[in-house]
């Protein structure tokens, strides 16, 4: 739900920023701070609930907990442990599609360079 709020003022922003930069001849920076604590402890649940303990052995990314979190949401199992594993590469290909799709949606042009070429 977070990201889809930053996301509705994005079109907003971008038009400020525009504005500001080529208006006023001002430099604009834009700062987005989270401390990732919610993201570590959902990985260390994961952990948790995997029977694995100890420490984290690589950095926690957001944007992957929360593709993997609207996988789990949307898309439930109700399968035991060997079923899943079963279709583990059903779900492999799942979120290389998603990847693909993501990939793609960020080489389009962005708001800020569309309400550019509407200047």
Do not use: C
Not at 24 to 29: D, F, I, K, Q
Not at 55 to 64: I, K, L, R
């Amino acid at each position: 739900f977070r990201q889809m709020l930053l996301s509705a003022k994005v079109p907003a922003l971008a038009k400020l920023t525009l504005e500001t930069v080529h208006e006023r001849g001002m430099a604009v920076v834009i700062g987005l701070q989270s401390t990732g604590e919610a993201n570590i402890n959902q990985a260390l649940a994961d952990m948790a609930a995997e029977g694995k303990d100890g420490e984290m052995d690589d950095f926690v990314s957001a944007p992957a907990v929360i593709l993997r979190n609207l996988i789990n949401k949307q898309f439930p199992v109700t399968s035991t442990a060997s079923q899943v594993r079963e279709k583990a590469r059903m779900w492999e290909a799942l979120y290389v599609h998603v990847y693909e799709m993501t990939r793609r949606w960020k080489q389009a042009p962005t708001v800020a360079a569309a309400a550019e070429a509407e200047v």
